[in-house]
């Protein structure tokens, strides 16, 4: 466990906030506390606070503003000061679709090590929302 980590071991359903190629990466910590597993958020369906999205990543795309995992922080405003935070209770918060349906999985973008295995999800029907099919 380092400074920069030591969320991701932190209790289930808080965020995990990392920076990497200069943009930040927010992820859900889904373990029980002081087991390092977290789940990065990679892209979302705008429906609350678009226009201010708009204004901070700079478009009017409504796909670009949170197709990826760094749109998605810039959208939502979200770095390092969100890491640790409670994505259940707390101010920003990770929901469940409960009309999401026709689950898809897939294998991950833009890793070497383990890209075979199916560690990527989403619902077919929001598949206009996801970064990169």
């Not at 400074?3 to 859900?28: D, E, K, Q, S």
């Not at 201010?52 to 795309?61: A, C, D």
């Not at 070497?112 to 999800?121: D, M, Q, Y």
């Amino acid at each position: 466990m380092t400074n920069r980590n030591r969320a991701m071991f932190g209790p289930p359903g808080h965020a995990y906030v990392y920076m990497i190629h200069t943009r930040w990466c927010l992820n859900a910590v889904t373990q029980p506390e002081g087991t390092a597993e977290a789940v990065l958020i990679r892209a979302l369906e705008p429906v609350a606070g678009i226009h201010l999205m708009v204004q901070t990543r700079g478009t009017s795309v409504l796909r670009n503003l949170c197709s990826g995992p760094g749109k998605l922080t810039q959208a939502l405003r979200v770095d390092g000061r969100v890491n640790g935070a409670d994505l259940v209770e707390g101010e920003l918060r990770v929901v469940e679709d409960r009309e999401a349906r026709d689950l898809v999985h897939t294998t991950r973008v833009g890793i070497k090590v383990g890209a075979e295995h199916p560690w990527r999800f989403y619902s077919r029907q929001h598949l206009s929302w996801v970064s990169k099919r």
